[in-house]
């Protein structure tokens, strides 16, 4: 059986091999391809006659993705329980993902609601984003982001990210980005959304 397993597998690379070195010869039985006809001014395509569907309109705090975590964070505290979490950065430099939100502790759920003030500079906190689509599943859309900045405390409603982990140990995330240069005195509450 073994030995049979192993001819197969042989005959599968060959096979695979065969085919992509190229072009085959052509037989007297291949058909012969012919162009396909041009389309001209008189003879017009059924797609150009068919407008583009409009592009989904998006809220003005909507991006396309979350920034890539690449910055830095100082001293900060992360606190849990089972219907909100609290946590503090003192100092941002760029963008952090704070990723050990455990789900365990904090039995909200994804869908959430993110409250956010700042000190110094300008911050953002993004949350994913699945717009009401009318059916039964919805599907993510980008982000969308609360822009805090001094004596302007912003929130935003959307779903935590997987930060990772199965079962008892899976984790939820959320990304921070200072724009424009460091921020600091950040704060920030996640409890579900109502």
Known sequence: MRRGLIGIGLALVALIIWLGSGPR??????????????????????????????????????????????GSAGKGSLQSNSRAVRGTIERLSGTIQIYNIAKAAYSGGADSRLELSVDSGTVRAYLQYFPDSGG??????????????PGKPAMVEGMLAWGG??????????????????ASGLRYTITPRK
Request: net charge negative; glycine share 6%.
């Open 25 to 70: 010869p052509t037989t007297d039985r291949e058909p012969t391809r012919t162009a396909a006809p041009k389309v001209t001014d008189a003879v017009k395509n059924d797609a150009d006659s068919k407008a583009a569907p409009a592009a989904p309109e998006h809220p003005v705090n909507w991006a396309a993705a979350a920034p890539a975590p690449t």
């Open 136 to 149: 039964f599943f919805k599907h993510q859309d980008g982000y969308l982001f609360a822009q805090a900045e």
């Open 165 to 182: 982990g199965s079962g008892e140990n899976e984790t939820y995330a959320v990304t921070f980005e200072s724009v424009g240069g460091d």
